[in-house]
């Protein structure tokens, strides 16, 4: 089972928070508003080891091409399923995080490499 872990984009202060609720309560552990987008903790960690969560922007490697091919993507939770959104393919497709499970007992998404998130590094849409 994984973690339930959170994060928060606090919009005044343009930082995210990544402090472990102490509380039953989110709202109570980040002072959270409902302007200040929460995020939750996929339970998959990419190639180098750091943990994904929704929002993150990521780079996807694809192992069936010939050449290195790399796509851009987002994070999301829809449907009540984690998924990764390509930012470089119109019309714009999806595939469920799932996919990337190397076998079922490791939480390691190999083709997958956090390279930021959509509000802090919103420049990564540039040049999808």
């Known amino acids: 089972m994984r973690p339930i872990e959170f994060r928060v984009w606090d919009i005044a202060?343009?930082?995210m928070d990544y402090r472990k609720p102490q509380h039953s309560s989110l709202t109570n552990s980040?002072?959270?508003r409902s302007e200040n987008p929460l995020m939750q903790y996929t339970g998959l960690l990419d190639k180098n080891g750091t943990k994904i969560f929704e929002g993150d922007i990521v780079k996807l490697q694809d192992f069936?091409?010939?050449e290195e091919v790399y796509y851009k993507g987002?994070?999301?939770y829809i449907q009540s399923?984690?998924?990764f959104k390509y930012l470089n393919i119109k019309p714009s497709k999806r595939l469920g995080l799932g996919t990337f499970y190397p076998d079922g007992e490791q939480n390691i998404a190999v083709e997958l490499e956090v390279v930021g998130?959509?509000?802090e590094d919103s420049h990564l849409f540039d040049n999808n």
Do not use: E, L, Q, W
């Open 13 to 15: 202060n343009k930082a």
């Open 30 to 32: 980040f002072n959270y």
């Open 64 to 66: 069936s091409a010939y």
């Open 74 to 76: 987002t994070i999301d």
């Open 81 to 83: 399923h984690f998924s």
């Open 117 to 119: 998130n959509i509000y």
